[in-house]
C-alpha cells in the first residue's frame, strides 16, 4: 500500500545533542510538509519542500533545518534541541498540480523526548 | 486573516448515536478545499472527509458526512451511528496554498 512512513517512532535526544528524522513515502507526490504538533494543539507547519524547493515558515527557528535528497525522502534536523522542542514531529505529502494542492496524507509521527 | 474555528474543545456521546462537530473559517478565496481529519490517541492523522469549495453536494463517507455552507462559512462533521473506535481529536482544516487547521475538538464515544 502506498503510504507515508516515518523513522524511528519515538526517538530520545539529549539538551543540544544533534537530531535527525527521518520520512519517506511511496505516493510519488511532489510537496512534502513537516509539522510540530505539541499536546492537544493541532499541527504547526514548520516547512515544505515543493519538489526541490523549499519553503520555510517565518516563525520557525533556525534550530529547524530540513533536506531532500529525492521525491521519496524527507529529513528534518534539529541542531541544537532544547526542551521546548520535545513533540511528536508529523510529516506529510501531497500532490500540487499549479495552483492546485490536494489532500495531505500524514505518517504515523516521530515522538521526540528531549532529556 | 484565513482561519478556522472549532467552538466546542470537547464533546461526548453515546455508542450508536449521531453527534455533529461545527467549524467555521474565514476566507476570502472562492476555491478551496475542506477536510475534516481524526487524530486518535496512536496520534496518526488519518482524514476522515474532503469537500471541494465549488461542488454545492455535501460528501459522505460511510457513517461520516458534512453540512457545507458556503455562504456561512461553516463546515460541520456528522457522525452517525457512532463507535468507540470514533473516540479521537478531530480536527478541521481548509486549504489555500497551505493547511490551516482548527484547535481541534476531543470526541469521546461512551459504552
Known amino acids: 500500500d502506498a503510504m507515508v512512513i516515518q523513522n524511528p517512532r519515538y526517538q530520545v535526544t539529549q539538551f543540544g545533542k544533534p537530531v535527525t528524522l527521518s520520512c519517506s513515502q511511496t505516493?510519488?507526490?511532489?510537496?512534502m510538509y513537516w509539522y510540530q504538533q505539541k499536546s492537544s494543539q493541532a499541527p504547526k507547519l514548520l516547512f515544505h519542500y515543493y519538489d526541490k524547493d523549499f519553503n520555510n515558515e517565518a516563525d520557525t527557528p533556525d534550530n529547524f533545518q530540513s533536506r531532500r535528497p529525492n521525491t521519496s525522502f524527507c529529513f528534518l534536523d534539529i541542531r541544537s534541541p532544547g526542551l521546548g522542542d520535545a513533540a511528536m514531529y508529523l510529516c506529510?505529502?501531497?500532490?500540487?498540480?499549479?495552483?492546485?494542492?490536494?489532500?495531505?496524507?500524514f505518517g504515523p509521527g516521530t515522538r521526540l523526548t528531549v532529556l | 486573516a484565513q482561519t478556522v474555528t472549532q467552538s466546542q474543545p470537547e464533546m461526548s456521546v453515546q455508542e450508536a448515536e449521531t453527534v455533529t462537530l461545527s467549524c467555521t473559517y474565514d476566507?476570502?478565496?472562492?476555491?478551496?478545499?475542506l477536510f475534516w481529519y481524526k487524530q486518535p490517541p496512536s496520534r496518526q492523522m488519518i482524514l476522515v472527509i474532503r469537500?471541494?469549495?465549488?461542488?454545492?453536494q455535501n460528501a459522505t463517507e460511510n457513517r461520516f458526512s458534512v453540512n457545507f455552507q458556503k455562504a456561512a462559512k461553516s463546515f460541520s462533521l456528522k457522525i452517525s451511528d457512532s463507535q468507540l473506535g470514533d473516540t479521537a481529536m478531530y480536527f478541521c482544516a481548509f486549504m489555500i496554498g497551505r493547511m490551516r487547521f482548527g484547535a481541534g475538538t476531543r470526541l469521546t464515544v461512551k459504552p
Open positions: 469537500q471541494e469549495a465549488y461542488k454545492q
Open positions: 505516493l510519488n507526490h511532489n510537496v
Open positions: 476566507t476570502s478565496e472562492s476555491n478551496y478545499y
Open positions: 506529510a505529502t501531497s500532490r500540487t498540480t499549479g495552483l492546485v494542492t490536494d489532500t495531505q496524507y
